[in-house]
């Protein structure tokens, strides 16, 4: 019973037309023409700026905790790109969509802030499993394996922003993982 919620959980999560949420890289994961590996250094450098605006934005210690773990579990997962490709010869920079969404932010502070960051942060996660997923199966790809390997914890952590997202809007707690 617990797997069977826990599968559907996972299968509503990547079912969502992400046409729907606006967020500042999809057009980026969503470009066939960039290279795979370019577009997951930028979806996690991303994730990891957007998470680090939480330290003077928010007093809920619940979202600072999930934003710490945000930046835990990208940069992981940047050095396990680092490690398997080494890193391209340029300066990763936000793009300027993501700099539009992180303006955004920027005025916001306490509660107002930290529905808004939940709201980007699901987007995203969005993306980025929407994204591995692709990657996971092409074809004759070398980051296509990378891309499996990745993508559990990008579900992951997606259901648990998902969880933030909706604990914010109704004052409830979702289980957490291994709790479904």
Known sequence: MHSMSRFAAIGLLILV???FVASPLQSQAVNPLRDPLSVAIELNFSAISLAKLVRNRTKNPRVKTFAEAMVRD????????KKEYGF?????VASPS??????KLLPLSGSAFDHEFARQVVADYQVMVNFLEVQSTEFGSTFAKTARDLKPKA???LI??????????????VPGKGNL
């Open 98 to 103: 993501y700099q539009a969404e992180a303006d």
């Open 155 to 157: 579900i992951d952590n």
């Open 17 to 19: 037309p992400v046409a």
């Open 74 to 81: 990208r940069i992981e997962a940047l050095n396990q790109l």
């Open 160 to 173: 648990e922003a998902e969880g933030l997202r909706h604990s914010l809007a109704t004052g409830t707690t």
């Open 88 to 92: 391209p010869n340029y300066e990763v």
